[in-house]
């Protein structure tokens, strides 16, 4: 895994949280930016989606996302908590949030279903 899981804090049916790092030698940051490594969206949406599959889901595909906002750079070893809670009224509906040193990162909506 190209990111540490330092603390699993709660993986019950209501909400899934982790406290996660990402190194400074994590490919990620490699040409994202030369002298101003930051995090891309991708990777932080692969962070979510990753969270997700821990819930015990097996086998998923990513089919939609929406209203993702990202309002703050992540930084190599930045602290990081992300928080994942399914829609208890939409079956595959996850509402996400990353916060970095309790200040909101990154939040939205990922949509999954069974893979093929």
Same mark, same amino acid.
């Given at each position: 895994?190209?990111?540490?899981? !330092?603390?699993? +804090?709660?993986?019950?049916?209501d909400?899934i949280?982790?406290? &996660?790092?990402? %190194?400074? =030698?994590?490919?990620?940051?490699?040409?994202?930016f030369?002298?101003?490594p930051?995090?891309?969206?991708?990777?932080?949406?692969?962070?979510?989606?990753?969270?997700?599959?821990?819930?015990?889901?097996? !086998?998923?595909? +990513?089919?939609?996302?929406r209203?993702?906002?990202?309002?703050? &750079?992540?930084? %190599?070893? =930045?602290?990081?908590?992300?928080?994942?809670?399914?829609?208890?009224?939409?079956?595959?509906?996850y509402?996400?949030?990353?916060q970095?040193?309790?200040?909101?990162?990154?939040?939205?909506?990922?949509?999954?279903?069974?893979?093929?």
């Amino acid at each position: 895994m190209w990111y540490v899981i !330092n603390n699993e +804090i709660n993986t019950d049916a209501d909400e899934i949280t982790l406290d &996660i790092q990402v %190194p400074p =030698d994590s490919n990620w940051f490699s040409g994202h930016f030369p002298g101003e490594p930051i995090l891309p969206g991708i990777a932080q949406l692969g962070m979510v989606f990753d969270a997700i599959s821990r819930s015990g889901l097996q !086998n998923l595909k +990513i089919a939609g996302i929406r209203r993702v906002r990202f309002k703050q &750079i992540i930084r %190599p070893d =930045d602290p990081l908590r992300l928080t994942v809670r399914p829609r208890k009224d939409e079956a595959g509906v996850y509402e996400f949030r990353i916060q970095v040193k309790g200040e909101l990162a990154c939040s939205g909506v990922m949509v999954v279903e069974p893979g093929s």
